[in-house]
């Protein structure tokens, strides 16, 4: 099964309310004539299957290649832990640590031979006999993978077109319409209808404000209520929308079902490589990046949905490097009282998972990434509001290195103190770039970096980040660690407490697959 809806997100001075926005059984509607402040689309599969067993993937766990010889380790409550080894023929061999050590291994079969390896995904995975039908979802955002009736994929560009309700004096329901390429011969691709007023149970309040840096408490929709000065709260409605002709969504793939558009009558419109940072996501729509499941969970975390990762996407151009990610729930929701939430992109600037430091499950919050993590651009919120950005370094040394500017890369650890105490050779230092200065930075510290910028989306669901290419470091010779011109390897990770869900206590992380080879050309 296969549904497509879409998102549209109004300011709150172009609704009226039916009732106090707080209330169940308040409604709203838009006013007429007015334009939506964001738009997105969502194309979700459901596939359903009785029989066949479904595979439950264990992502607590990392496979480390070393002269040939691969080893599989788990993420325990007690840290990384050496379960077995894996021959040429993806067979598993189980050590003594996953005979004998059981109760550090609670979801993993207590007989190792169901164990499988799967080299797409890279992951060890077991299959289970659900209760009931096992159904999967796939989420797929713009740009969507459409196919021609070849099988190849299709192309074009994308867009998202409004049409109020009242045009040339008519008044007539407001539509919302998919398209691909550009005009005068665009393809419609999908549309639905605006509903004349909305429930409060299909509406998101609660908006995320880029120049307070905070998101709006629902007492700034109440009439009389009080909110930052200079915000706006806005409110994202939901609607379900229906594909038109020029698809074929019955079978395994989207497909063209009419013919493209001759070549000679499409626009070449290229993705942009310069983004705004703005709040305003059109310009990563046709940006291709990789996808992560929703509600991918580790044992030893708890699920917190504003740090559960559904896409990350890269670009950049002569200046910065651009970073996309988008969440289940809200990008740095947190509890107003002590809350913390945190973003990285992990950057393996040399491709060499031997450099930097593997992030795994150090200090409880990691889900896991199999790439050399040599350098970070992070962000951190604080008490439900924007505290700073700043960078990362994992390499050889430490702060003195970093502050110096004559790092090198190689093997790291992330944290300065070791299990006694002491203080490493080599770890991750953690700095902010500022008014061409580093300076050390750590947990709640504030003080911001000037080279980083970032804008949350008004629902919250997505973060656009631009670092400056002057705020990585550089070597003893004054060579950036980081540049144009490099190929690098590179993944997101979210991670947050879980203090504000009721009856959570643990800390919560995802990460995305890695992006591969990606050319700063």
């Known amino acids: 099964m296969r549904q497509v809806t879409f998102e549209l997100t109004f300011a709150q001075r172009d609704l009226v309310w039916l009732g106090d926005p707080g209330s169940p059984t308040a409604t709203v509607s838009i006013r007429q004539g007015s334009r939506p402040l964001a738009t997105d689309v969502c194309v979700a599969t459901s596939t359903m299957n009785s029989d066949a067993a479904n595979r439950r993937y264990l ?58 390896f799967d080299p797409n995904e890279a992951a060890m995975y077991c299959e289970v006999k659900p209760a009931g039908p096992a159904v999967r979802e796939a989420l797929d955002f713009l740009p969507l993978d459409l196919r021609d009736s070849q099988g190849q994929p299709a192309g074009g560009t994308y867009f998202v077109q409004f049409y109020p309700g009242v045009q040339y004096g008519t008044v007539k329901p407001s539509t919302v319409v998919l398209r691909r390429n550009g005009a005068p011969q ?31 408490p629902e007492s700034a929709y109440r009439p009389g209520g009080t909110a930052p000065e200079g915000t ?13 002709d020029a698809i074929d969504a019955t079978g395994p793939a989207l497909v063209l079902s009419a ?28 940006i291709a990046g990789v996808d992560d499941p929703r509600g991918d969970l580790v044992p030893y975390l708890d699920y917190v949905a504003d740090v559960d990762l ?23 929701r947190t509890h107003p009282d002590g809350g913390r939430s945190y973003f990285y992109a992990y950057l393996d600037v040399d491709q060499n998972s031997g450099t930097g430091f593997l992030p ?85 510290k504030l003080g911001t970096s000037d ?7 008004p629902d919250g669901r997505e973060v656009e980040i631009a670092s400056e290419w002057k705020g990585f470091l550089k070597d003893a010779d004054g060579r950036p660690i980081l540049g144009p011109g490099q190929t690098i390897d590179l993944a997101a990770g979210m991670e947050s407490d879980s203090q504000h869900l009721p009856g959570k206590t643990r800390w919560g992380a995802d990460s995305t697959r890695a992006i591969r080879a990606h050319s700063l050309k």
């Open 59 to 116: 992502r607590e766990a990392r496979i480390v290649e070393q002269g040939g010889n691969r080893t599989v380790h788990a993420f325990t409550r007690e840290r990384e832990l050496p379960v077995g080894t894996l021959d040429t023929n993806q067979r598993f061999t189980p050590n003594e640590n996953y005979i004998r050590r059981r109760d550090l291994l609670p979801s993993w079969p207590e007989d190792p031979a169901q164990l499988r």
């Open 360 to 444: 795994t499950r150090d200090d409880d919050c990691y889900f896991g990434v199999d790439i050399g993590d040599d350098c970070e651009v992070q962000f951190e919120f604080v008490n439900n509001a924007f505290r700073k950005t700043f960078y990362g370094f994992c390499g050889l040394g430490g702060d003195d290195e970093v502050l110096r500017q004559i790092v090198k890369l190689g093997p790291s650890q992330y944290g300065r103190l070791d299990e006694q105490g002491r203080e490493r050779e080599h770890y991750k230092a953690e700095y902010t770039y500022r008014d061409g200065r580093t300076e050390i930075t750590e947990d709640l």
């Open 259 to 286: 013919p493209a558009p001759a070549a000679s009558t499409v626009p070449a419109v290229a993705a942009p490589t310069t983004i705004a940072i703005d709040g305003n996501f059109d310009d990563w729509r046709n």
């Open 232 to 244: 706006e709260p806005s409110v994202t409605f939901t609607l379900a929308g229906q594909f038109t």
């Open 310 to 332: 559904l896409e990350f996407k890269v670009a950049h151009d002569e200046r910065h490097l651009y970073l996309y990610a988008r969440v289940a729930g809200q990008v740095g």
């Open 451 to 457: 080279t980083i910028r970032l804008a949350v989306s």
């Open 186 to 216: 665009d393809q419609s691709l999908a549309m639905a209808n605006v509903p004349a007023s909305f429930r409060r149970e299909q509406v998101l309040l609660g908006s995320y404000d880029n120049r307070a840096g905070t998101y709006l």
